[in-house]
């Protein structure tokens, strides 16, 4: 967590010195600000994993905040820590998805509200592992592509020695047609011996002569 940010906003002063003074120990990196201005422009020049906001603040409010944050950071775990008990603004802002929890304020339990900033963090990184978890699939997805149409090739017309029977790759190198038909497919080859062939090379063994085939 050592290289995660989380950010708190409240416009008293006092609030924010209590939170530092209470998270101090924390594993992740804390960044405090005195407005919803002053943490649009945090945001734009350095990552921030976690807003924690106050809900009524001078100039734009909590909730205003929280939606433009999540128009222009949208990975970004938001939550509200809010003294407000205004019912259908907190029902609001839960509805519309724009934060993980509502938290009231003051803090009763500091163990308590460490937890849920700490189950905020672990839900970014949970994300996070998914976003990369569904890019590797899809890069996975595109080199599966690439050796099907490989495969693919096989439909086409090959190079074929009349003599030797050997297949001429896109190489230019001539290899026995079990070689090359093993390489481009999950194919496996065993020998054996057609009745033609049999016939021609054991007559003793195989006396009846076959009928010709295509």
């Not at 943490?39 to 976690?50: C, F, G, Y």
């Not at 950071?73 to 809010?82: A, D, G």
């Amino acid at each position: 967590m050592n290289d995660l940010a989380v950010m708190f906003v409240d416009d008293e002063q006092n609030v924010l010195d209590a939170l530092e003074r209470k998270l101090i120990r924390e594993p992740y990196r804390r960044i405090f600000a005195a407005s919803a201005l002053d943490a649009l422009e945090i945001l734009a020049r350095e990552p921030v994993h976690v807003i924690v906001t106050d809900m009524q603040m001078p100039g734009m409010d909590g909730l205003a905040f929280l939606r433009k944050a999540k128009d222009l950071y949208p990975e970004i775990v938001r939550l509200v820590f809010s003294g407000h008990t205004d019912v259908p603004l907190i029902l609001e802002t839960i509805n519309s998805g724009e934060v993980f929890r509502y938290i009231t304020k003051p803090v009763a339990e500091p163990a308590e509200f460490q937890a849920v900033i700490r189950q905020a963090v672990e839900y970014y990184l949970l994300r996070r592992d998914r976003r990369q978890l569904m890019e590797q699939l899809a890069e996975r997805n595109k080199e599966l592509e690439a050796m099907l149409a490989q495969v693919k090739q096989l439909e086409g017309l090959l190079p074929i020695c009349v003599g030797c029977k050997k297949i001429r790759d896109d190489t230019g190198y001539w290899q026995r047609i079990e070689k090359y038909i093993g390489a481009h497919s999950q194919v496996e080859f065993s020998h054996s011996l057609c009745p033609e062939c049999a016939h021609r090379l054991y007559s003793d063994v195989f006396p009846d002569k076959p009928q010709p085939t295509d």
